[in-house]
Structure formats: structure tokens, C-alpha cells
């Protein structure tokens, strides 16, 4: 079933479709439907689906590229909007400045920046999620985090259809998130403070030293999610993991990596339902090991039930 919208002001439509399967919109390659979903191209296509989701009074929720997420194996109630085609770039090279679409991928734009010779994002180009998600969950690796580049932040209030500019002081930054988390507000673009007059081609050796890095030391041949759990300072999640015993622990299709045991693998046609459970096992053991209780990273949508 779909229901075709037309925007008044570009006299283009978007479509909204029923019963989607998200799984193939997500890194772990697991998930129910969307009761609705719809894929706006434009910011025009973005403010009808938020109308027609207002007129309807159907909840919102918003998807980047999927790659810090589990989504239940039966889905996600109301309208689910995919930001991955918002992908508008602009290079301000007077000021060193890149504004990139919420569906623009980390790695896309630590690319970009160093063919232009401008520093500061090299150590962004191995995380696998798009520009919208990293703003919201703070994303980093290697020592810095998005904080430390964001000049600012566009953000759309569905409820209200109004525009703001939010540097990184705004964002209430910390280890990991922000005060975007859980808040239905849409980061639609970010702009980017780089560092120029860098030699490009030392730039794009740093940033592929940086991709072969994390590809040496974390497991990218299997569907996964990235670092499940936050890191408890001062040890790793991952330390705290592996000297539990449970590098390669399984539930079902999911299995914790031997490679790096913060990440849990869809080894074998896992459902969401293994993949949480796992989760929650490896939680429960290494509290009852460590007395700690791990946090979990990525973000999960739609019901779930521990077994």
C-alpha cells in the first residue's frame, strides 16, 4: 500500500509506504517493519511526512544509516522517516567550514576534508554511521569526538516545524550522547569547523592509517553494530567482557566476536530477539563478575523482552 503526498511548494511528492521490512536499513541486518516508513529526498518531502504524521497523529521515528541500532523483531509502530538520501554537501572554503546532510556518511565526509587538505576528521572515517546519528550520540573514536569539530547543528521540531542552530555548547555533550538522545527533534545538516593549508596527501594517509587500524582490530566481515556497550572508565568494556569468558558466547545467530568482544556478530541469521538476549546475558554476567554494570551504546527501538 502506498499514499502519495504532494508538496505545494515544489509540486513533488514523497511516498509513504506500509509494512516495510528495516532490516536491510540496519547494520546488524535484523528488525521487524515499519508500520509506515517513508525516505525524503528533500527537506520539502521532510516537513510533509512530519504533516502527515501530525494530521494522522502518528508517532515519529527517525532513522539514520542504522548502524548503532536494534530494532525489535516486530518492528516499529507509527512512521518511521529514513534520513540516508539527505546528503547535501557545501564547502565553504573561505572559512574551512563543510555543511553536510544528516544522511551524509562519517566516512564520505572524513574523505571529503582530506582531499581539501583541511585537518580534523581523520579519526572519523572507520565509524560507519551517518552525520544525523553522530551528532546525537556524540560519535568518536581514536581520542576525539564529534564535539570537537561540530560548529553547529540544524535541528527540526517535528511538533512545531521550526528550524534551529545549535552550536556543540548547546548540546549538552558528553561521553557518548547528548541531550538529542530520546528528544524528537531531527538533526537535519551540521556544519563542520576544519583546520586548512594541511598537505592532502599526508591528510589521506593519516585517515587511511586510521581505517586500516580499526579494520585490524574490529570485526567488519559479519553484521554488527559497532561497540555495543559504553566504556565503564577506567576499563574497557571490552577487557571486562573477554575476562568473563565470553568471546564467542552465543545466543541463537548472535555471537560475541573473538576479535573484539564489544562487538556481538549476526553470525547466523540472527533475530533481534538473540542479539538482545546476548546483550543482556553478557550484562548480567559481567556484573555478577565485576560488579559493573555495563551500559549499552547502541540504541534500541520497538518491544523487546528478555528471556
Known sequence: MVTQLHSPATKTGSLIQSNVSLARFT?????????????????????????????????????????????????ISGLTIGTRYLRRIQIDRENARITAGAGVSMAALAWKAAYLGWGGLEWSVGIPGSIGGSIVMNAGAHGSEIRDVLLQATVLAPQTGQIQHRSAADLGYSYRTSSLQGDSQLVTEATFQLQPGQDSLALQAQTREHLERRHATQPYHLP?????????????????????????HRIGGAEVAQMHANFILNRDNATAADIFNLIDCVRNEVYSRWDVLLEPEVRMLGPFCAV
Open 27 to 75: 547494520s546488524f541486518r535484523v528488525g521487524g517493519p515499519a508500520e509506515w516508513y517513508a525516505a525524503p529526498k528533500t527537506l520539502d518531502d521532510l516537513y510533509e511526512c512530519f504533516e502527515w504524521a501530525d494530521r494522522n497523529s502518528v508517532p515519529v521515528t527517525l532513522l539514520g544509516a542504522g548502524s548503532n541500532l536494534l530494532i525489535s523483531d516486530r518492528g
Open 224 to 248: 554488527s553494530c559497532g561497540s555495543v556497550f559504553r566504556n565503564p572508565e577506567p576499563r574497557k568494556a571490552g577487557w571486562l567482557i573477554e575476562q568473563s569468558g565470553l568471546k564467542g
